[in-house]
Nanobody, 122 residues
Framework: QVQLVESGGGLVQAGGSLRLSCAAS????????MGWFRQPPGKEREFVAA????????YYADSVKGRFTISRDNAKSTVYLQMNSLKPEDTAVYYC???????????????WGLGTQVTVSS
């Protein structure tokens, strides 16, 4: 079972940027897709972005397209989420997970980590 540790969250003003990191355990990191999800206060967890095992294909929620960029470094077993032009509505706990890329949307496969809090002030 892969273990995931998210980091890089914090408090930022609207319009600012943050870069989240997710370190994964295991030797087969490059063989599976990874995704970022977030849970805003009082709401359900939602999909943000996903990336294929090779890093060649990426997917984004409409709400973050053009502002967020997902990437990965398979040598470091780490996936990143660069977040630019942040808005107060991006405030949430952000989680990463191993995902299955299916037509209905990326499906998380592993147990959730603790996540990292992102707070965007207006």
């Amino acid at each position: 079972q892969v273990q995931l540790v998210e980091s890089g969250g914090g408090l930022v003003q609207a319009g600012g940027s943050l870069r989240l990191s997710c370190a994964a355990s295991g030797r087969t990191f490059s063989s599976y897709a990874m995704g970022w999800f977030r849970q805003p206060p009082g709401k359900e967890r939602e999909f943000v972005a996903a990336i294929s095992g090779s890093g060649g294909t990426t997917y984004y929620a409409d709400s973050v397209k053009g502002r967020f960029t997902i990437s990965r470094d398979n040598a470091k077993s780490t996936v990143y989420l660069q977040m630019n032009s942040l808005k107060p509505e991006d405030t949430a706990v952000y989680y990463c997970n191993k995902v299955l890329l299916v037509v209905s949307g990326p499906k998380p496969l592993a147990s959730w980590g603790l996540g990292t809090q992102v707070t965007v002030s207006s």
